[in-house]
């Protein structure tokens, strides 16, 4: 089903086998606009919260304060993989009987917290203007540099025996940019097993969540989103503006107003009506424009 719609963020719940792109083509459909973006890519492999904004909210999207992330996954011990994850090529099998539930849970924790985390050779980052998962398809070899994440609550929730393989449960809140396949790998490094990701979902983005998510099936019957003002809403601070700093806003003039923020954080600005106007940001004693979204 196919229905013109305003601006907004549909927060997608995506299956497995999807490229981020692919949900996109799908909502330039069922939204019937070409204005369509999202934001923290997906793996293909990876299931779970996918945010996608249409029309004026492709504007919002970089601006978006999504700062920390929900995943639940599951890593396999007893081999490590050329991509840390299912889809690569697995390494030797290493002998995991000797791990004991406890041994799993005490190397755990020793992932919680500010980390120096080297990326996954198969991810998205720039090496020299090229993605290093394009350079690893490539046949070249990628050596990234240590990135500081944090990972702020990394809970075991299951340890199961499976054959050769110790497969382990966990639910990890962490920073943007920290690699859940990465976790993976160090995980069965420290166990000395070698280790790698077989299923991540992702449960939250930011204040977004699966209560708030809708399959693309559910999307092709019932067209989903959330209003640009609600989504401004959640993701920043807010500012009320009177008839005269609303006009002023659709010119993209700069506000002598004080904002109540500290720092260079971007407000969100309403007009009297409640209708979701502009990002501005305090500089001294006015507050200027980051992002006006009314035309």
Not at 92 to 116: I, N, Q
Not at 174 to 203: I, P, Q, W
Not at 232 to 247: E, M
Not at 278 to 294: K, S
Request: net charge negative.
């Amino acid at each position: 089903m196919t229905a013109p719609v305003d601006a907004g963020l549909v927060v997608v719940d995506k299956a497995g086998g999807l490229t981020s792109h692919d949900v996109v083509a799908r909502l330039r459909r069922l939204a019937g606009t070409r204005k369509v973006g999202h934001a923290g890519t997906l793996d293909p492999m990876a299931t779970g919260v996918l945010l996608v904004g249409v029309n004026r909210a492709t504007r919002l999207l970089g601006h978006l304060m999504l700062t920390e992330k929900a995943y639940d996954a599951t890593v396999r011990l007893g081999a490590g993989s050329t991509t840390d994850d299912a889809e690569g090529e697995l390494g030797a099998h290493a002998a995991t009987e000797h791990l004991t539930e406890d041994d799993v849970r005490s190397a755990a924790g020793g992932f919680v917290g500010v980390l120096k985390q080297v990326p996954s050779a198969v991810s998205a980052i720039k090496v020299d203007g090229r993605r290093a998962y394009a350079r690893v398809r490539a046949g070249e070899a990628v050596d990234l540099p240590a990135r500081e994440v944090t990972v702020h609550e990394l809970v075991v929730t299951g340890v199961r025996h499976d054959g050769p393989w110790v497969d382990v449960d966990l639910s990890v809140r962490c920073s943007s940019g920290t690699y859940v396949r990465a976790l993976a790998r160090d995980l069965g490094a420290e166990l000395g097993v070698g280790g790698h990701l077989t299923a991540l979902r992702r449960t939250a983005v930011g204040p977004f969540t699966l209560a708030d998510a809708h399959t693309l099936e559910q999307l092709g019957d019932t067209f989903t989103m959330l209003d640009i003002g609600e989504v401004a809403r959640r993701c920043f601070p807010t500012y009320d503006l009177d008839v005269d700093g609303a006009r002023d806003v659709t010119y993209g003039r700069p506000l002598g107003v004080d904002l109540g923020v500290a720092g260079d954080e971007p407000v969100a600005v309403f007009a009297p009506g409640g209708a979701f106007l502009a990002l501005y940001r305090q500089q001294g004693d006015r507050a200027t424009p980051v992002a006006v979204l009314t035309g």
